[in-house]
């Protein structure tokens, strides 16, 4: 299991059509992926428990991940939420 706090520096923070891409991403892996948010955390492949968040740009979120691509999912939601991917 990897656990890693991240910023969110996607101009537009977590909005629904950002959260559409972070869960298309989360769903490449066949790793378990979760965010927390204070003391709340939900599935980061769930459309409904993303949704939930409403997480500004500059927030910060934990996430985690747990199976055998854990670090590669990781790693590209990480350059995703720090706006390093091309659109």
Do not use: C, W
Request: glycine share 8%.
């Amino acid at each position: 299991m990897i656990s890693r706090e991240m910023e969110i520096k996607i101009p537009s923070g977590l909005d629904p059509s950002t959260i559409a891409l972070f869960i298309q991403i989360a769903s490449q892996y066949d790793s378990s992926v979760y965010v927390e948010v204070k003391n709340k955390k939900v599935n980061a492949k769930s459309i409904m428990g993303m949704m939930t968040l409403g997480v500004p740009a500059g927030g910060k979120i934990n996430v985690i991940a747990k199976g055998d691509d854990e670090t590669e999912a990781i790693e590209h939601i990480g350059k995703y939420l720090n706006n390093d991917l091309a659109h």
